[in-house]
């Protein structure tokens, strides 16, 4: 069974930094993709950024290109999202997701599989 757990949130001034942790519990396959979305009071889940386990790339919403910069340390399992530079409209609940084969192209909710439960980031001005 998979299971992710997210860590990492809180509150912050804006220009302040952050950085995410998603722990991965079970096998999902040799080469899958990992991401991280967030959603904010009012709107839809978009994707933030995404990974390829297995093949390295990684792709980044526009809004975020070169702030936020995901990374994943194979030896512990864990998915990383470093947030640089934040700003009022990064508040949101953000999440870890899973997709057991890889992903490319716009990053869409309906493409992974396994969820984590969310974890909360306030950013004030």
């Known amino acids: 069974q998979v299971q992710l757990v997210e860590s990492g949130g809180g509150s912050v001034q804006a220009g302040g930094s952050l950085r995410l942790s998603c722990a991965l519990f079970?096998?999902?396959?040799?080469?899958?993709?990992m991401a991280w979305f967030r959603q904010a009071p009012g709107k839809e889940r978009e994707g933030v950024a995404r990974?390829?386990?297995?093949?390295?790339?990684?792709d980044y919403a526009d809004s975020v290109k070169g702030r936020f910069f995901i990374s994943q340390d194979n030896a512990k399992n864990t998915l990383y999202l470093q947030m640089n530079s934040l700003k009022p409209e990064d508040t949101a609940i953000y999440y870890c997701?899973?997709?057991?084969?890889?992903?490319?192209?716009?990053?869409?909710?309906?493409?992974?599989?396994?969820w984590g439960q969310g974890t909360q980031v306030t950013v004030s001005s």
């Open positions: 997701a899973a997709s057991p084969f890889w992903v490319v192209g716009v990053l869409r909710a309906a493409t992974f599989k396994y």
């Open positions: 990974i390829n386990i297995g093949g390295g790339t990684t």
């Open positions: 079970g096998y999902i396959a040799n080469s899958y993709s």
